[in-house]
């Protein structure tokens, strides 16, 4: 009585398989260690498709830090920073302290002035027509 069945129960065996399933389709190969170099291939293609479909032809990527804050907290940090250093000078805690709000102080400072560099680029590679409408908008807003 098994015999009429074996056929059929060996050919569910070999289709839940995961050497049946096709490749894209197998979430375990898919992220097996030997296809990280296709899953980053495809991490590129995603977004550039995306942009071809939508006309992009150039971004710019801006790279960042959440280290780094807003100049009137990174004042505040260093003036506590100062303020615990002056109530305990030898306290070394307090002076690594100090030592980190200035250099966040400094990277601050350097990211703004990135920015404002790119922000110049970016404004000089804008045609005649694109600084048109970028001077629309602003006074739209009201700058």
């Known amino acids: ?28 190969f898919m992220n097996s260690p030997r296809l990280r170099a296709a899953r980053m291939e495809l991490e590129f293609l995603k977004p550039e498709f995306a942009f071809e479909d939508h006309g992009i032809e150039n971004t710019i990527v801006v790279f960042g830090s959440t280290r780094i804050v807003e100049s009137a907290v990174a004042r505040h940090r260093l003036e506590d920073a100062r303020q615990r250093l002056a109530q305990q000078p030898g306290n070394a805690a307090c002076q690594r302290a100090v030592a980190q709000a200035e250099r966040l102080m400094t990277l601050e400072r350097d990211v703004k002035k990135a920015q404002l560099a790119l922000l110049i680029r970016i404004k000089n590679l804008l045609t005649s027509a694109q600084q048109a409408k970028l001077s629309e908008l602003q006074k739209a807003e009201g700058k």
Do not use: F, G, H, W
């Open 1 to 28: 009585m098994t015999q009429p069945n074996e056929p059929k129960d060996s050919l569910n065996r070999i289709t839940r398989s995961p050497s049946y399933r096709l490749a894209y389709e197998d979430v375990d």
